[in-house]
């Protein structure tokens, strides 16, 4: 699946680093990195993740 | 009896009210299996959109400049594909439930059967009940109400919040932003402190005076003038604008003759059925449901992330039981979510897990309550066991670890 964060607009909560550790981490400097295809298998996680972040900075593209 | 639409074959569910927990609720209607028709039905002529902003970025201009329909813009959800069939009909209240002949009764008469009826219909806004009147009294709940405020908050304009707890001490730190004289009034000895104790409350009212907001506290309004608000001492804050953020009210008025437990919000069960009615669930806001994690005690609770953990347990409960199954197999059982919310306040993002609002004690395990900028950490403990922790000006990737703290398996009741 292909996962895309609007950098601009995220403002690094972490909401989606814990509904989906698989693919959202927050760094030691704080802020997000993320992969953007993570596996199939992700799904349900990563989906959560763009529910739960709060300014709606997560779109799934597939 | 009107026209009566929206039986159909596979069975319909009406969704009351098109906020975040409705569209939550559609969303998780279909994921959980339920394919026949759905139709949410919203007062506000919008489809649903994110609050938080309407205190923070939206409300200090920094997204959705112009009016209402740019406001709204900026802030709307998107939604997802799987509830393409789903009928909204905003600018639709309803009125009045029947639920021993299932259906609900809209504004303009109309008449909707329902199989299921999902309760989503939220909060608004409690009103300061003083007399006297004041020419610009603003509350805070919608986007036009937003706006609204918005285009108040000048340079030098002097606003009044009444009421210190999140949204009003938001308000606050925004109007301030924009240049104005804030004066917040609250009856508590500190704000936020029902939620987060008179420590972390204080040590937060320092963070707001040290850019320039003032408060009255341990205070009340007791008259409105019209350039002015008279407090219970009897002294007068002066106010070209007065934001009555006093708490909230639940729209339960609709349900009213059914024989629901309405006394705050609908009262449900672990499973968010409205208690003894079959077919009828409630989500958001306005649900008042118990928490295994803490006791037994039903409570409404009022964070962004209930809409959406409350909408994925109830939607299993009303498609299991629109199929014929039993609902406490189907889903998480028991219910027991996490709570989460944050506050930003002049750049200070707090964080919660947990309930800290339920501890009888607290803890300070990070930095200093004088600096609450540089980060704060505190634990809040029930009869020994930590609840609920709150975090202010601390970095999201060190997080994890605190909520973990709060996260672990329920008590037993
Ligand atoms: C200004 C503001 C800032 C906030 N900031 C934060 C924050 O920083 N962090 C946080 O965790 N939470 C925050 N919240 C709380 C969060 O936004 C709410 O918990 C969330 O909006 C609840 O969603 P809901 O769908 O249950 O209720 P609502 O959003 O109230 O939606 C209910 C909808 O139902 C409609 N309705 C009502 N009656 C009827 C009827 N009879 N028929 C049809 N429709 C009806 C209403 O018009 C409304 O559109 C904030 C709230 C506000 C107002
Ligand atoms: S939840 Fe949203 S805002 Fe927070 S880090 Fe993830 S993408 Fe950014």
Redesign the interface.
Known sequence: MRVVVDLATCQDHGQCAIAAPEAFRINDAGALEYDGSPGEEHREHVEEAADVCPVQAITIED | MTAMTGRSAGGHVVIAGAGMAGL?AAERLRAAGWDGAVTVFGAEPHLPY?R??LSKELLAGAVGAGGVREAHAATA??R?ANIDDVVWEPGARIVRACLAAGTVTLEDGREVGCDGLVVATGLRPRRLRAPGTHPARHVLRTVEDAVALRDRLRPGARAVVVGGGFVGCEVAATARGAGCEVTVVEPMPEPMGLVLGPELGRSLRRHHEERGVRFRVGRTVTELAPDAVVLDDGSEEPADLVVESIGSLPNVEWLDGNGLDLSDGVLCDGLLRAEGRPGVVAVGDVARFPNPRYDGVPRRVEH??VP?DTARRAAATLAAQLRGEDPAAAGDAPFAPVP?F?SDQFGL?V?SFGAPGLGDRCELVEGDLRRAASGIAMVYHRDGRPVGVVLAGI???R??PY?DLVAGAPAPV
């Open positions: 939550r994110n938080p902003p959800f998107r997802r962004w992330c959406a989460s944050w993002r964080q970095p999201a990737s997080h994890r909520r």
